[in-house]
């Protein structure tokens, strides 16, 4: 299995960055899809996750503000980031997941992509 996120960059306070993962060797159509970050100091979290059928839900400090969707024709899973604020600051990576809120599939999180917010 491989997982390939992509999209990060540095932005100001109040932007958007629009992340894609691309995801192989692996039923993707089938798994919940997740969107994970960390940063420096902190454990892993999940912000946000998707359903094969495209229920979501989102981490309390996320809501409203991003978007997390799936092509299933194109095995990629995308997490588009408005209003974003500088404790966004973190490595960003995806996963899959049995169910919903359930704990992430593949030790292989590959490396991810760095989003940096910063005036």
């Known amino acids: 299995v491989q997982l390939q996120a992509s999209g990060g960059g540095s932005v100001q306070p109040g932007g958007s960055l629009r992340l894609s993962c691309a995801a192989s060797g692996m039923m993707f159509s089938i798994n919940v899809m997740g969107w994970y970050r960390q940063a420096p100091g902190t454990q892993r979290e999940l912000v946000a996750e998707?359903?094969?059928?495209?229920?979501?839900n989102y981490a309390d400090s996320v809501k409203g503000r991003f978007t997390i969707s799936r092509d299933n024709a194109k095995n990629t899973v995308y997490l588009q980031m408005n209003s974003l604020k500088p404790e966004d600051t973190a490595v960003y990576y995806c996963?899959?997941?049995?169910?919903?809120?359930?704990?992430?599939?593949?030790?292989?999180w590959g490396q991810g992509t760095l989003v940096t917010v910063s005036s």
């Open positions: 998707i359903t094969s059928g495209g229920r979501t």
């Open positions: 996963n899959a997941a049995a169910f919903s809120g359930g704990r992430p599939l593949y030790p292989n």
